[in-house]
């Protein structure tokens, strides 16, 4: 019996000394309704945003726990109205992300190691995160479809200014561009044809896939995870890519095929509905000398007649640019900000630095000589610029910013209607943050709710 006594004590002590651990290594820091947030949730969505590049910063986590309980509560509130997301979207979603932390770490590896786990770990690990981040992005707009703005809402949102609180408006440029890349001629291309032919013939003879994107493959967001592109659905990829990918059945492989980024063949691994999950190994055919000093001399005939005015800029924008986005947009570039729909007055400080160089010392409606450039992918080729405005820097104005201003009264207008939804909501949830938390000036709005509890 002493001896029974003595075991259970000891049992009893190591139950203790486990739950002591697991209270310092994980604890609640919120409750909303029926859903616990843990500092480990908080801890990994921290880490989120280190891997996308933020300086290390702990007191973003209170911003962080204040956009988890925002989510909670809508989708709370999703759950009531039937609300719901595919998982082949949040599939497609955690491909995404993946693929952006990957590339941002500089390798599959590099970002295990930052990471402590393996991708696939980590992808189970924040997929319930995000597929809550889309239901409650998706509630959202459901709340908020019917907000419009009036030009009288406009003006008296303008009028809500003080004189000397207008913003400042920067230098903004208004550029036209036409992109050339050269073409090689089907003898140039031969060798690299042969080269990813002759990768195909031996995943078809039984070497591994993955082993062999990873080091031959040459697309940099993909070739890292063996080729996998995860779930992606009719319009996220150029047409041939989709044509083979929903073409064949799980397991088949593609022959060789050329898109605009090379050679590719590709395996099907799964499929769901309209969403295909897919690996591919991509080849890049490089430039010889000779089809770039085709494409100059091409780029050359083509500023000649804009200088001449044989030709408009909009038509030859539209006839002989390489950009699908600004081609048929006259050639003129588009920004979009976080608050303004996409524009064509684009901020100097958002411009390309090599692009700006440029614009900074045309005239209005000057017209640039080719400049041979490289894109984000590492494709060489030739730009024409077109500066059609350049607005100084000036006080915000209704004349001039009518569109700013608009998005801005649109912003705010769906705000406040989100805040008295928040409010609403709010005083029928019970909600409760721990009080290591309970200060942050973020999360006021929760804690001062009547049925808050510190």
Request: with cysteine; hydrophobic share 35%; charged share 30%.
């Amino acid at each position: 019996m002493k001896k029974f006594l003595v075991i259970a004590g000891g049992l009893i002590c190591l139950f203790l000394n486990t739950q002591a651990q697991k209270k310092n290594i994980d604890k609640v820091v919120a409750v909303l309704g029926s859903n616990i947030i843990l500092l480990s949730d908080l801890n990994q969505q921290y880490a989120q945003y280190l891997n996308m590049g933020n300086p290390e910063n702990p007191e973003i986590k209170c911003e962080i726990l204040r956009q988890i309980l925002t989510n909670k509560l809508l989708k709370q509130q999703a759950e009531i109205d039937s609300i719901t997301v595919e998982d082949s979207q949040v599939d497609e979603e955690v491909e995404k992300r993946m693929r952006y932390q990957i590339q941002r770490a500089g390798g599959q590896e590099r970002l295990e190691e930052f990471l402590k786990r393996s991708v696939l770990q980590y992808k189970d690990e924040i997929r319930p995160d995000i597929k809550e981040q889309l239901i409650s992005r998706k509630m959202e707009g459901h709340i908020t479809q019917n907000i419009s703005i009036t030009p009288l809402e406009v003006k008296k949102y303008f009028d809500s200014y003080k004189k000397d609180s207008l913003p400042d408006i920067p230098t903004e440029f208004e550029i036209g561009e036409i992109v050339m890349y050269p073409k090689p001629t089907k003898a140039e291309k031969q060798k690299f044809y042969d080269k990813i032919d002759a990768l195909r013939l031996r995943v078809k003879s039984g070497e591994d896939f993955a082993f062999l994107a990873k080091s031959y493959s040459e697309d940099p967001g993909s070739a890292g995870e063996g080729g996998d592109l995860g779930f992606f659905d009719r319009t996220s990829m150029v047409k041939e890519f989709t044509a083979w990918a929903f073409k064949l059945k799980p397991g088949e492989l593609s022959p060789v095929f050329e898109t605009e980024h090379g050679f590719h063949f590709l395996q099907v691994v799964e499929r769901r509905g309209e969403q295909v999950h897919a690996r591919h190994i991509l080849i890049r055919p490089q430039n010889p000398p000779a089809s770039m000093e085709r494409v100059k001399l091409h780029a050359d005939t083509i500023y000649k007649n804009l200088i001449e005015k044989k030709i408009p800029f909009s038509f030859a924008a539209s006839q002989y640019s390489d950009n699908k986005e600004s081609q048929y947009n006259g050639g003129m570039m588009l920004y979009a900000d976080n608050v303004t729909a996409r524009t064509t007055f684009i901020p100097a400080d958002k411009l390309d630095p090599k692009v700006f160089l440029v614009a900074d010392t045309m005239k209005v409606g000057g017209i640039s000589t080719p400049t041979l450039f490289t894109d984000q992918s590492g494709k060489e080729g030739y730009k024409i610029l077109y500066l059609k405005s350049k607005i100084p820097p000036h006080k915000g104005n209704l004349e001039q910013d009518y569109a700013k201003f608009k998005e801005y009264a649109q912003q705010d207008k769906t705000n406040r209607e989100m805040s008295l939804w928040f409010e609403k909501k709010r005083k029928d949830t019970y909600v409760r943050i721990d009080e290591e938390y309970a200060n942050c000036d973020e999360l006021k709005m929760w804690t001062t709710s009547p049925s808050a509890k510190k």
